[in-house]
């Protein structure tokens, strides 16, 4: 037997072997350097760069989304070169140790932009700095997600890998805004002051370097659980181009794909215009949006041990597409009202919002254990019908849908504001209360409606996955008798 035929059946043996509460801590670990990231980015940045320095809201979101024409490229690449990578550190852990410092730079400097930059000189900051941020968090996610998929081969363990990544993020999400609603922005207006910004983005820089090393040392001893790289025939870039085209006849991966730019698109709108719509929709003091996500984390823990009853009896596409639909209509469901006259208002409000909140994160826990689940299942069946394994590229290009469709959310939202003639700076110049109240409903129904009806479209993709627990098992036996 060669020596890679005895590496490849060594690595089986040991993913048959039960993952510890230890090694799925240290890898769940891990979610948090995204959590702390994204949760900055995605729920702070738009309102910061609008309401707060002035930016106009096609300029900010232009600036988010330019910076993913430098992830088109990143995000594959990253993927496929840890898939064949050898290095003695394993083919995943250099890349998500050398991104960390660049990472967490960048993070940082993000909310730091001069007070001097307006206009132009604001957006070319914001456009180099948001390339330096986004790159970097393809260099620790991709080759971190795809080492979480080769942890274990087992069908329902690796829905329990999944569900540590979560609750580990739940964790850091949820740090990061109740740090924001009690230390940096506290208060009605907390959210106005421009000084609160900058040390908040450095403390969740800090945060994010301190858990990449603990989730890159605390998973290393596990990388002889990976699947040996594949032999490599050609340049990085030829691996590259073999690879996206295997993945472009792969109908798995297709509707994967298909299924997470249109969900990101929604809920990078929705995640944009969610301080814009508690302020100015909703009337509510701004540190009460805050609290609002925190529900939406504090559910997560309710989602994960759901899945520990719905994972072993339900495949796994038909609870994500449940789970899409029933999230979508529980979060149209109070704007909706609103806007036809129907809603209650003061602490009644306040309760029915925290509680819809919190289990919309339930939901939307189950169904992105389901979904990650998926990708590595996918994984399997890709190595079956292609000869190699993918996970780096499977992952590079489901993150690359993520942050496309999450930035094409952030320029939507910002093409949004300014067609229905929202006032930029309204936020920083105290003017919430003398938004124009046509204005206002027509935010409302961009925010509700509009992003439920679109977060359900992204259902119909996987309409066309046809990978269950039974074909799974049949291609894991094929592989095995290879």
């Known amino acids: 037997m060669s020596d890679r035929a005895t590496a490849r059946r060594d690595a089986a043996e040991r993913r048959r072997t039960p993952l510890g ?31 707060v320095c002035g930016l106009s809201g096609s300029l900010a979101g232009s600036a988010v989304f330019a910076a993913l024409v430098v992830d088109a490229v ?20 250099p890349f998500m140790i050398a991104a960390l410092g660049p990472l967490a730079l960048g993070l940082g400097l993000l909310f730091s932009l001069p007070h001097g930059l307006q206009g132009p000189a604001a957006f070319a900051y914001v456009v180099a700095i948001s390339v330096l941020v986004r790159a970097a968090l393809s260099g620790f996610m991709v ?27 739940t964790l850091g999400s949820v740090a990061c805004m109740v740090m924001g609603a009690l230390v940096f922005f506290p208060g009605a207006h907390g959210l106005s002051q421009r000084a609160a910004y900058a040390p908040f983005a450095w403390t969740c820089a800090a945060f994010v370097a301190v858990f990449g090393v603990l989730a890159t040392a605390g998973t290393l001893k596990a990388r002889d659980r990976l699947h040996p790289p594949a032999e490599a025939d050609g340049a990085p870039l030829s691996q590259l181009v073999q ?11 297709l509707a994967l794909f298909g299924c997470e730019v249109i969900y990101f698109v929604a809920l990078g709108v929705s995640n944009t215009l969610t301080f814009h719509a508690y302020s100015f929709f909703w009337k509510l003091p701004q540190n009460f949006s805050q609290w609002v996500i925190v529900a939406s984390c504090i559910g997560t823990p309710a989602g994960v041990v759901l899945n520990r009853f719905v994972s072993p009896h339900f495949e796994k596409r038909d609870t994500v597409v449940f789970c899409i639909i029933f999230s979508a209509v529980l979060q149209a469901a109070a704007p909706l009202l609103k806007l036809l006259g129907h809603a209650p208002d003061g602490l009644v409000l306040q309760g029915v919002l925290l509680s819809v909140s919190a289990i919309v994160g339930a939901v939307i826990t189950l169904e992105t254990v389901a979904f990650y689940s998926m990708i590595a299942d996918a994984a399997d069946e890709h190595e079956h019908q292609f000869g190699a394994r993918r996970e780096g590229l499977y992952f590079a290009g489901l993150s690359f849908a993520i942050k496309a469709s999450s930035g094409g959310g952030s320029f939507i939202a910002g093409l949004v504001l300014d067609a229905i003639h929202f006032p930029a700076g309204a936020a920083a110049k105290g003017e919430i209360a003398s938004v124009a109240a046509e204005v206002v409903t027509k935010l409302g129904w961009a925010f509700g409606p509009g992003c439920a009806i679109a977060t359900i479209v992204s259902a119909l993709p996987l309409l066309a996955y046809r990978l269950d627990r039974r074909r799974h098992a049949d291609v894991l036996a094929a592989l095995a008798t290879r």
């Open 21 to 51: 509460l230890a090694m799925k801590s240290a890898y769940g670990a891990g979610q948090m350097v995204d959590a702390f990231v994204s949760s900055a980015i995605n729920l702070f940045l738009f309102f910061y760069l609008t309401a």
């Open 74 to 93: 990143v995000d594959p690449l990253v993927g496929s070169l840890s898939d064949n990578a050898r290095f003695k550190a394993g083919r995943r852990h």
């Open 243 to 253: 690879g996206l085209a295997e993945l472009g006849r792969n109908g798995s991966f």
């Open 143 to 169: 080759p971190y997600a795809a080492l979480g998929a080769e942890l274990t081969d087992d069908y329902v363990e690796r829905s329990s890998v999944v569900s540590y990544r979560l609750f580990f993020g």
